[in-house]
Structure formats: structure tokens, C-alpha cells
């Protein structure tokens, strides 16, 4: 990967949807939210486009596993505390609690560690653990989508699930073709029936050496990350790369290969330095204004 500081690879702007509601911040998230009822949808659909500013907008923070997305979005949240930043419901997945009280029994215990079961065993819960990345990225962007005027930032997205995640699952075996076409059939077309209220404006590419990945998540020393080695960071480097640089991977509706990325070197270490920290932020911002 040449070296290089950012750049916005495109600067296409695409249709973005602000909410008309006032709310300073959003409700906690819990999946028993999900239960919306028809018309609930089409009324937060309707206020939607009708109040499309273009001044807010919903960006994705997008990268490997251990690149410094969590890290990024953390000075985001200190340093613009009036933006909405939106983390990775990580916690979802490594503890995985039913919407009906009492759907998942207290002895299944490590059980519900779909993020551990997904590395141990992934052919037998990569498909599993795609729906419920899915569902619960959707479940935050939807909620999310709802108070804010003011922008948002998501660590990843339902995109990075499809493009980066599952193609990846599915190339490497662990979703088999029929897994992949049912995952692909109703992820698309859920996607498309949200349309606006899931589309993104723009998306941040942390972009970082797989090598320089794999020495942070040592050092993270996540428990169910310790069978990850550099094949697997290599083989979603390369996804990102035809995803968010290259442009040759086929997206669909409402993902678009117009959407304007903004490409930030991750290789520096910004975690210790304020400076830089400041200058990212400072891009990212800049971005914002111009998409
Ligand atoms: N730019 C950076 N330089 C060096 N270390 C970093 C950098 N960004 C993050 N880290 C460290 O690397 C590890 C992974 O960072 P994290 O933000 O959790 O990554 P991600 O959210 O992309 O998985 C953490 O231990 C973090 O402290
Ligand atoms: N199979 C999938 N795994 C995913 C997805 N989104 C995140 N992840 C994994 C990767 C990491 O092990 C962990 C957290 O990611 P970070 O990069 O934030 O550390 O979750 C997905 O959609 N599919």
C-alpha cells in the first residue's frame, strides 16, 4: 500500500436524511425496540424525506478488525460532542440476549458469546452471527436516525457486513453458497425497502496494514480474537481495498459505488498524539462539509 496522509477518493454527494426531531440524544438501544409497528415505520419514513437537509449527514467509520475505528470514534466523541457517534454494539454480540424475557436460558452462559462461538467454529455460525450483526447495525442505525440534527457517525455499517464480512465468510467456506444467497436475498432487499433511512452520505476508510492490525489486536488481546492471524486480516484488507479505493466491488441499492469516501492513514499513531488526533478530526470535518 503506498504511503500516504487522506485523501476523498469521491466526491459525488449522495441524498442524505436528517430527522425532525428535537430529542438531544437517543433512547438506549434494546432489541425489544425492534418491534415497530407498520405504520410507526412509514410516519418516521415520511418525516424523513420531508425534512431533507442536506446540512447533517451519516457517515460510516470504516476499516479492519483493530485498525483504531473504536479509538477514532472516541476522540470523536470528545472532541465533537455534538455530533452523534454511533459505536459498534459489540457487547450485543458477545452476549446475545433474546427480545422475550426468558428466551435464552441463564445455563446456556457461554452460549450467548456469538463472537466467540463465530471464531471458534465459523462454518457452523458464520450465517448465524451474520443475521445478528445485521440486526443489530440496523437496529442501531434506525434508532439513531430518528433525534439527531446534528451529524452521525457509525463505527461500520450493514455495507461492511455484506462486502467486507460475509463475502469474505462465504469466499473462505464458512457460509456455503446456499447460506450466501439466502443472506444476500434478504439483506438486499431489507435494505432497499429502508432505502434513505439507511443510506449513508459518505464513509471514513481508516486504512491500515494488515500487519500493523494484527501487533494492535495482540496488544487489545481480545479473548475470542486469539485464533485470528494475518490471512484472515490480509483477506479483509484486500475487501476494504476493492471496496473503498479501488471501487470494484458490485454494491446495490441503497450502497453506492458514488458514495465519497475519505481515505485516512491509519499506520500513524494517533492514540498518543494530540496534534494528529486534531488534524484527523480536522479531515473528517472538512469531509462533512463538502459532501
Ligand atoms: N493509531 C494507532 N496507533 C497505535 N495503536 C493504536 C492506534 N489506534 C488504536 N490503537 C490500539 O490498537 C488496539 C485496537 O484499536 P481499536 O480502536 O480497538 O481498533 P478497532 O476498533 O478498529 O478494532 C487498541 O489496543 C488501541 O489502543
Ligand atoms: N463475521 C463478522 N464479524 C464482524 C462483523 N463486524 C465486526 N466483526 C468482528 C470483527 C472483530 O472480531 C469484532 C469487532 O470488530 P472491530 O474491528 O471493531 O474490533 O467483530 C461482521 O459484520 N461480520
Known amino acids: 500500500m503506498p504511503a500516504e496522509s487522506s485523501s476523498v477518493s469521491q466526491s459525488t454527494p449522495t441524498s442524505s436524511s436528517s430527522s425532525s426531531s428535537s430529542s438531544p440524544s437517543p433512547p438506549p438501544h434494546r432489541l425489544a425496540d425492534l418491534r415497530w409497528s407498520t405504520a410507526e415505520v412509514r410516519m418516521a419514513e415520511t418525516s424523513d424525506s420531508s425534512v431533507r437537509q442536506r446540512c447533517f449527514k451519516k457517515i460510516s467509520v470504516e ?22 457517534v454511533v ?8 452476549n446475545v440476549v433474546g427480545r422475550e424475557s426468558g428466551s435464552m436460558p441463564a445455563e446456556m452462559g457461554a452460549a450467548s458469546n456469538l463472537l466467540g462461538l463465530r471464531l471458534g467454529d465459523p462454518k457452523r455460525w458464520a450465517y448465524t452471527f451474520q443475521t445478528w450483526a445485521t440486526l443489530s447495525r440496523l437496529h442501531i442505525a434506525l434508532a439513531a436516525s430518528h433525534p439527531p440534527e446534528r451529524h452521525t457517525v457509525y463505527e ?13 465468510l462465504h469466499e473462505q467456506g464458512s457460509m456455503n453458497d446456499t447460506e450466501w444467497v439466502v443472506y444476500q436475498e434478504w439483506q438486499g432487499w431489507l435494505l432497499s425497502e429502508l432505502d434513505k433511512r439507511v443510506e449513508l452520505d459518505g464513509m471514513v476508510y481508516l486504512r491500515a496494514e494488515p500487519e500493523a492490525c494484527l501487533a494492535r489486536m495482540r496488544v487489545r488481546n481480545r479473548e ?7 490471512e484472515y486480516l490480509d483477506a479483509l484488507h484486500k475487501r476494504h481495498e476493492n471496496w473503498l479505493v479501488d471501487r470494484t466491488t458490485v454494491v446495490h441499492h441503497p450502497c453506492s459505488s458514488d458514495t465519497p469516501v475519505l481515505v485516512l492513514d491509519a499506520n500513524q499513531d494517533f492514540e498518543s498524539n494530540e496534534e494528529l488526533q486534531a488534524e484527523l478530526i480536522n479531515q473528517i470535518e472538512d469531509f462533512l462539509d463538502k459532501i
Open 63 to 84: 476499516g479492519n478488525i483493530a485498525c483504531g475505528k473504536s479509538t477514532l470514534v472516541k476522540v470523536l466523541q470528545k472532541l465533537r460532542p455534538n455530533w452523534h
Open 87 to 94: 459505536p459498534e454494539p459489540l457487547e450485543k454480540w458477545q
Open 156 to 168: 461500520r455499517s450493514v455495507y461492511s457486513n455484506r462486502y467486507v464480512f460475509a463475502a469474505s
Open 224 to 230: 475470542e480474537e486469539r485464533g485470528v492471524g494475518l
